[in-house]
C-alpha cells in the first residue's frame, strides 16, 4: 500500500507540474500576443491597420465613396479587433514555440523531427494563404462585384460586416493552404496510403468545390479562387508526400530513452 500511495503521489505531482507548465506556456504565448498588441495600437495605430485591411474594398468602391459604420461604438471595435488579430499573427511564431516547448519533452525522437518542420511550415502556408487572399482574391472579388453591381446603386459598405466577411475568407483560404501539411501527415502516419490518395483525386475536385461554394460568397469569382488552390494544394501534398513513409517500430522510443516523460 505505501508503494502504491507514493506512486500515486508521484503521478499527482507530475500532473501538477504539467499544469503549472502549461499556465506558464498559456501565459508566456497570451503576452507576447497583448505586447505585441500594445505596440501596434500605439504605432501605427488601430485606425491606420484598419485601412490597410480595408484598401481591397476601397480600391473597388466609386472615388470618394467610403465605409460606414451602424453601431455607436463600431468605429472603435472593429479597429481593435483588426489590431488584435494582426497582433496574433506577428506573434505566432512565439506562440508555436510555446507550444512545441511543451510537447517536446513528451514527443518520441521520429515526432521530433516531424513536428518542428510541420509546425513552421504550416504557419507559413497560412499565412501564405491568407496573403493570397488579400492580394488576389479580395481585389478581384471587389472589382467583379463593383462591375456587376447596378449603375443605380451606390455601395456603402458596413465595416463591421466588411470585418466577418474578411476573417471568415482568412480563415478558410488559410486552412485550404494547410491541404499539403494534411495529405503528408496522413501518408507518413500510415493512416492512408499515397495510391488511396491518388485514386481520390476525382472526389477531391467535387468535395473542393463543394466546400468553396459553402464558405466563400455566392459567386463563381470566389469559390473558382478558392477551388482551384485547394486541388493543386492537394496535388503538391501528394508530391511531398512521396518523400516520406512511415518508420518500422524501432524508432518508437522516446527522446530521452523513458516512456514517463509523455505527458
Known amino acids: 500500500m505505501t508503494q502504491d500511495a507514493s506512486q500515486e503521489d508521484g503521478q499527482q505531482e507530475s500532473f ?16 507576447a500576443v497583448v505586447v505585441v498588441f500594445i505596440i501596434l495600437f500605439i504605432y501605427p495605430g488601430a485606425s491606420a491597420i484598419y485601412d490597410v485591411l480595408a484598401q481591397p474594398m476601397l480600391a473597388s468602391l466609386p ?8 453601431g ?39 515526432e521530433k523531427r516531424l513536428a518542428l518542420p510541420l509546425i513552421i511550415s504550416s504557419t507559413l502556408l497560412f499565412i501564405a494563404g491568407m496573403a493570397f487572399c488579400y492580394f488576389v482574391v479580395f ?17 456603402a459598405p458596413d465595416i463591421e460586416a466588411y470585418l466577418s466577411f474578411v476573417m471568415t475568407m ?24 499515397l495510391s488511396k490518395l491518388k485514386s481520390a483525386r476525382g472526389y477531391v475536385v467535387v468535395g473542393a468545390f463543394i466546400i468553396a461554394a459553402v464558405v466563400t460568397p455566392p ?8 477551388a482551384v ?9 501528394l508530391i511531398c508526400a512521396r518523400m ?20
Open 16 to 31: 501538477i507540474s504539467h499544469l503549472v507548465e502549461l499556465r506558464t506556456r498559456l501565459l508566456r504565448a497570451v503576452g
Open 63 to 70: 472615388q470618394g465613396t467610403r465605409m460606414i459604420a451602424t
Open 72 to 110: 455607436v461604438i463600431t468605429p472603435f471595435m472593429v479597429p481593435v479587433k483588426v489590431t488584435m488579430m494582426a497582433a496574433f499573427i506577428v506573434a505566432l511564431p512565439v506562440v508555436l514555440y510555446q507550444a512545441w516547448a511543451f510537447v517536446a519533452p513528451g514527443l518520441y525522437k521520429h
Open 139 to 155: 481585389r478581384t472579388v471587389f472589382h467583379f462585384i463593383a462591375t456587376f453591381a447596378p449603375q443605380s446603386i451606390t455601395p
Open 170 to 193: 482568412f480563415m478558410a483560404f488559410g486552412i485550404t493552404f494547410e491541404v499539403p501539411v494534411a495529405v503528408v501527415l496522413l501518408v507518413r502516419m500510415g493512416v492512408v496510403e
Open 219 to 226: 459567386d463563381v469569382v470566389s469559390q473558382f479562387m478558392l
Open 229 to 237: 488552390p485547394l486541388c493543386l494544394l492537394y496535388e503538391i501534398g
Open 244 to 263: 516520406v513513409t512511415p518508420k518500422p517500430g524501432a524508432e518508437d522510443a522516446p527522446a530521452d530513452g523513458s516512456l514517463t516523460e509523455r505527458h
